[in-house]
């Protein structure tokens, strides 16, 4: 039984925990006892990982430059794929995680302006060139996620960049939904949790790479 890899991505406020936890529940409930559904995230799907994101995102004031932010997702990554994606992978797991390369390719290329050759190398030798079978790509205004995310209380070092980071970010994602369609899927966030959550259930159940193996 080969394990599958879906990946939920987004800007701030977008609404991805919670149809994380929405389809994890409705994976479980379709799958045989012997196929766990697995949701994990990124930066701090680790014991390490968890370090690594308070270093990232907890301090507003922190001075961490943008080449180590790079790095430091980068180092997350490379852990969460060795210790955590890959060995359930390997046991057939439907591993569900919220946010992976895209993340980096929106924020850091897009968002901070690294050259994306450059990003692509650091996500190829944390990943080993691991990919998802699918992303749902959750589209919100970024106006919209923001105030969300405000009005959640103290935002982090991330929520609190620039409304023209969080657009090019945006525009980020558009580029690479253009640029993969059949990899990454557009879902309107912009609509209530329920309707989401159905259209995500739909686009699995058509999913045959999904159920046959
Ligand atoms: P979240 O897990 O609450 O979505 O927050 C993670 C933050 O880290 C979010 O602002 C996006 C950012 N991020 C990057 O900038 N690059 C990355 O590679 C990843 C995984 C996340």
Redesign the pocket.
């Given at each position: 039984m080969n394990g599958k890899f879906i990946v939920f991505e987004?800007?701030?406020g977008a609404g991805?925990?919670t149809q994380i936890y929405q389809t994890a529940d409705w994976l479980q409930s379709m799958c045989s006892q012997d196929r766990s559904v697995v949701m994990t995230?990124?930066?701090?799907g680790t014991k390490l990982g968890q370090q690594i994101?308070q270093l990232?995102?907890d301090d507003p004031q922190s001075l961490v430059t943008n080449r180590t932010?790079?790095l430091l997702?980068?180092a997350?990554?490379a852990q969460h794929v060795e210790s955590t994606i890959e060995p359930h992978l390997q046991r057939g797991d439907i591993v569900l995680c919220?946010?992976?390369?895209?993340?980096?390719?929106?924020?850091?290329g897009y968002?901070?302006g690294f050259d994306l050759d450059e990003i692509a190398r650091v996500n190829q030798l944390a990943t080993g060139g691991l990919q998802s079978d699918l992303t749902f790509w959750l589209d919100l205004d970024v106006t919209i996620g923001l105030q969300r995310v405000l009005s959640r209380g103290k935002p982090?070092?991330?929520?609190l960049?620039t409304l023209d980071f969080h657009q090019r970010?945006r525009q980020g994602y558009q580029e690479l939904a253009n640029i993969y369609p059949n990899r990454i899927v557009r879902i309107d966030a912009n609509r209530s949790q329920s309707v989401i959550q159905m259209e995500i259930q739909a686009i699995l159940m058509q999913a045959k790479w999904l159920w046959n193996s």
């Open positions: 987004g800007v701030e991805k925990t995230r990124e930066p701090g994101r990232l995102l932010e790079l997702y980068g997350d990554r919220d946010r992976f390369t895209d993340s980096t390719i929106a924020y850091q968002g901070r982090d070092r991330m929520e960049a970010v």
